[in-house]
């Protein structure tokens, strides 16, 4: 019957109108998680890749070298960033810690996700 | 209430007996310092005396008006119609989600109120005591053996907005879990612990807050899941080092 | 026993509709209850919420008060689960509402409600929010109630003793025998539209308010005026009892505390129809100035809610004898020569027990049975009972 719950209706937990930044966190979750995965198994491909030599590992690090490929690997780095950080709002919160100001410390997390993310771009982009 | 008057078109979810649901709509004339639920009465009392909607008390006691305005969830006797529209506007009026529409805008409450009473939760309450602990100096001073009745009205808005409510039936539910929160702190019964301590319990919700977000009753519901997940876990604790049966 | 169970329909499902489902329920009968809306969504769930002690009518009317006691006490025992019972006051703020006080001294006296004189440091001890400049108090037993509650735990104890509940259920027209009788109600399922015949060998209208027109083109007949009232909710709590005007009865007196609020009211004019009455402005401005002065922190408060309901004014040339003068209870038979009907109507949801227990018994009286109400004595089940799938029976 519709109007009822239903596990087809996990589509639901990625609309965000109406809803709080607690959703857009898990929202935000789910993603990187998906995205962090996907990274995982693309990284082992890789990883199997070098088995085969020096040749190999040789145009790895040319193909590495990319900006595209560096702005990826940026995403992971963002990714990593928000998921773990948001981890660790919802241990804190089920500890009973700064529950009444979870919005406020989910925007502070994020603002620091947002922060590292950009020191790593500058380390990669301009230092390496 | 005021003598201002707005021409408001309100989009109402229609359904009778086993047919698909679809939308009716009806232009009102309204004072919009009246309330949705207004509206809504002033829709069956002249325009279509089939609507069929939940309601009784009028003013935020009984829980049995919330609906879905403009996407979002209201107790609709206390939402003025000035809060969710404009003059010209429209009011887009549904049911709950996640419990089953018995016809148009009125839902099931039975697994609800089923659940409610298994955690045994009182609606009359100690007035000290009462509020949520970080609600400062509320009804402190007050004489212990004052009572009231409780936040929770049962109105299900929080268990409409669970974006896990809304995969899983078997979710126990933001205001049960909130139920077992208060009737724990009240009564130490340890059982309830228990009972909330699975799946389906306090540990499926994943600290949205939207539950929070929508509760017309100051009732918090995620502070007290989060509340009663760190009551399980100190259980857990205890019984690992043999403290508790 | 050999006896077939009488079956009674009852229409519409107020205070005194689920208490009269119970009631006749619990000695043995089969009913079946006939509800347009949800439980209470009449007049009943839109009450002010005072569980009266009595003592607004102890001057006035004291059949009232002593029925209004006696079920405080009642209901105190057997539906503790709805109401918050912290006691209420009586508080003179003029010299006129003093002038007043041996009075009604007297009469809650007379009516055995239990008051006490406080003096003003001391009620204002009790409630430090209450208007400074009170000149005399008295303590009276008065609780407030939460109203769709209160009927659902008559409700759900009827349930559980059999009572069928058809909720979005319209009484259409009465269904006659051919001869003068009743022998049922045609009903309109409003969730699909659908219509059929409930048969059974009594009806009883309890449609307060509504009484007149669900009897309308049947040949009975009640007139019945709804006289509505104004009441507002606002958002704070800043007392814990009610607290009542001390003056004869008149509008916006009382205050009650209800969760995290404070309900005022009320107001009573005459209205046209009762389907849909608006709140005026003018009401809610003067229920507002009303609650200051009782309670002048309510000033700094929001307002929450502003809502109205009617109650049933029985006309004057009414013909029929009511059983009792505090509520109208009529059995058609003896007004208009129509049998198989009773209807039932006014009183008081504090007294909503009491009603049940007299038209239950006229009911008995028709069907020639002799069956004692037991009402009184056991608690109810629980509100939340009525939603079980089985009416919380095991
Ligand atoms: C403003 C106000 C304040 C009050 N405050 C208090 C108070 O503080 N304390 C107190 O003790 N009492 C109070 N009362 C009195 C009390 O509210 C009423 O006595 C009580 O609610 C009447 O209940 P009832 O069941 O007779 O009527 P209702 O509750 O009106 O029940 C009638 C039911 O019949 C249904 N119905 C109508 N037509 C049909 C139909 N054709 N088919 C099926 N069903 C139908 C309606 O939907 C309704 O639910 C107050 C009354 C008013 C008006
Ligand atoms: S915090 Fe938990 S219970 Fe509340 S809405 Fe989110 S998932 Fe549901
Ligand atoms: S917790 Fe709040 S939203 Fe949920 S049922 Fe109770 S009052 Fe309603
Ligand atoms: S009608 Fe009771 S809460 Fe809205």
């Known amino acids: 019957m519709e109007n009822q719950p239903s596990p087809k209706k996990f589509l639901y937990w990625f609309d965000p109108r109406h809803r709080q930044p607690g959703t857009w966190a898990f929202i935000l979750n789910r993603i990187t998680a998906l995205g962090l995965t996907f990274y ?66 989910f925007w502070m997390l994020m603002a620091l996700a947002a922060i590292g993310t950009a020191a790593f771009a500058y380390v990669m982009f301009f230092v390496a | 209430m005021s003598h201002e008057r707005w021409t408001v078109t309100f989009i109402v979810s229609r359904r009778k007996g086993e047919q698909p649901p679809h939308f009716q709509s009806f232009q009102l004339e309204v004072d919009p310092d009246e309330y949705v639920l207004d509206g809504v009465e002033r829709i069956w009392a002249f325009h279509d005396r089939s609507l069929v909607f939940r309601h009784a008390c009028h003013h ?7 609906m879905l305005v403009n996407g979002v969830e209201k107790l609709t006797c206390i939402t003025p119609i000035r809060s969710v529209t404009s003059n010209g506007g429209k009011v887009k009026v549904e049911p709950l989600r996640n419990f089953p529409v018995i016809s148009d805008l009125s839902v099931d409450m039975s697994t609800f109120y089923t659940r409610m009473e298994e955690t045994c939760a009182p609606q009359v309450v100690p007035v000290r005591g ?62 309830l612990l228990e009972k909330m301590d699975g799946a389906d319990g306090v540990w499926r919700c994943h600290s949205g807050f939207e539950c929070t977000a929508v509760c017309p009753s100051n009732v918090d519901p995620a502070w007290r899941i989060m509340d009663l997940r760190r009551k399980v876990i100190g259980r857990r604790i205890k019984r690992l080092f043999g403290l508790a049966k | ?97 003093a002038a007043y006080a041996p009075r009604f001294a007297e009469g809650a006296a007379a009516c055995g409600i239990e008051i006490e004189q406080i003096s003003p440091q001391e009620a204002l001890r009790l409630e430090p929010n209450l208007n400074p400049k009170v000149l005399t108090v008295f303590t009276v037993p008065d609780g407030s109630f939460d109203p769709l509650r209160l009927a659902l735990a008559f409700a759900a104890s009827g349930r559980y003793f059999g009572a069928q509940f058809h909720p979005y259920h319209e009484a259409q027209v ?82 009650i505390p209800q969760r995290r609020m404070m309900v005022i009211g009320t107001t009573s004019y005459e209205a046209e129809d009762v389907d849909y009455i608006p709140v005026e402005d003018e009401q809610v401005q003067q229920m507002y100035s009303d609650a200051v002065a009782l309670v002048p922190g309510v000033a700094g408060c929001r307002m929450r809610g502003a809502y109205m309901s009617a109650r049933p004014l029985v006309g004057k040339g009414q013909s029929g004898r009511s059983l009792a003068r505090t509520f109208k209870c009529f059995d058609h038979l003896e007004a208009d020569g129509i049998d198989g009907l009773v209807t039932i109507t006014g009183g008081k949801a504090t007294t909503c027990r009491v009603m049940a227990e007299k038209t239950a018994d006229l009911v008995c009286k028709k069907l020639g049975l002799s069956i004692a109400c037991e009402t009184h004595a056991y608690a109810l089940r629980s509100y939340r009972d009525y939603y079980t799938p089985n009416g919380g029976r095991p």
Not at chain 3, 38 to 57: F, P
Not at chain 3, 76 to 90: M, P, S, T, V, W
């Open chain 1, 40 to 105: 995982l198994v693309l990284h082992l491909v890789v990883l199997s890749n070098l088995t085969k030599g020096a040749e190999g590992y040789d145009t790895f690090l040319e193909f590495a070298r990319q900006p595209v490929v560096k702005f990826g690997e940026l995403l992971v780095i963002a990714a990593g960033l928000i998921h773990g950080l948001n981890g660790l709002r919802v241990v804190l919160t089920t500890f009973g810690i700064g529950v009444t100001i979870q919005r406020q410390v």
């Open chain 2, 60 to 66: 935020s006691t009984c829980g049995a008006c919330g």
């Open chain 2, 130 to 191: 009462s509020a949520l602990p970080y609600e400062k100096g509320l009804f402190e001073q007050a004489d212990p053996a004052y009572e009231r009745l409780a936040d929770c009205i049962e109105c299900g808005c929080c268990i409409s907005a669970c974006p896990v409510a809304v995969t899983t039936p078997e979710y126990q539910g933001p205001a049960v879990l909130a139920a077992a929160q208060q009737a724990f702190s009240l009564t130490g019964h340890a059982g």
């Open chain 3, 1 to 97: 026993m050999a006896f077939s169970k009488p079956h009674i329909i009852v229409i519409g499902a107020g205070f005194t509709g689920c208490a009269l489902a119970y009631d006749l329920a619990r000695r043995g009968m089969d009913v079946t209850v006939i509800e347009r809306g949800e439980i209470a969504s009449g007049t009943s769930g839109r009450t002010h919420g005072l569980l009266h002690s009595g003592g607004r009518y102890c001057v006035s009317d004291q059949e009232s008060a002593v029925e209004c006691i006696q079920e405080n006490i009642i209901l105190r025992k057997i539906a503790r689960q709805c109401i918050e019972f912290n006691g209420g006051l009586f508080v003179a703020l003029t010299e006129e509402d």
């Open chain 3, 174 to 255: 009465l269904v006659f025998d051919g001869q003068r009788r009743v022998k049922g109600v045609r009903v309109l399922n409003r969730t699909d539209g659908s219509t059929r015949e409930v048969h059974g060998d009594l009806v009883v209208n309890a449609t307060g308010a509504w009484a007149g027109k669900v009897l309308a083109g049947s040949g009975a007949q009640v007139n019945v005026t709804p006289t509505p009232g104004v009441m507002v909710a606002y958002d704070r709590r800043l007392i814990n009892r009610p607290i009542n005007r001390l003056t004869p009865p008149s509008d916006g007196d009382i205050i």
